[in-house]
């Protein structure tokens, strides 16, 4: 037992030095001031294009809404309506893949 602490103390006394990362490194900080108004601008970007994103899907979305009220009105399901709807809702599954 006592060679194995002997072993231990050894390697903690810093004979073969192990570098350990400095969290106050400049190149790897997040939070440097001169990045933010960088990230910021990517961020405003970034937003600005998610938002253009679903004003796009928006309308056939607003479609299979109204698609489903009229379904409502006339309550029942007619082959026209499944077509279409099928088709809105193709067409929604595209926009939301396009906007992820």
Do not use: C, F
């Amino acid at each position: 037992m006592r060679r194995a602490k002997g072993t231990q103390s050894a390697a903690s006394s810093g004979s073969t030095p192990q570098p350990s990362p400095s969290p106050n490194t400049q190149s790897n900080s997040p939070s440097d001031p001169a990045d933010i108004p960088l990230l910021l601008k990517q961020l405003r970007k970034l937003v600005k294009e998610s938002h253009e994103a679903g004003l796009k899907s928006e309308p056939n979305l607003n479609n299979i809404a109204k698609t489903h009220e009229k379904m409502r009105a006339e309550q029942k399901t007619t082959p026209y309506y499944k077509s279409k709807l099928k088709g809105l809702y193709q067409s929604a599954m595209a926009d939301a893949e396009a906007e992820a």
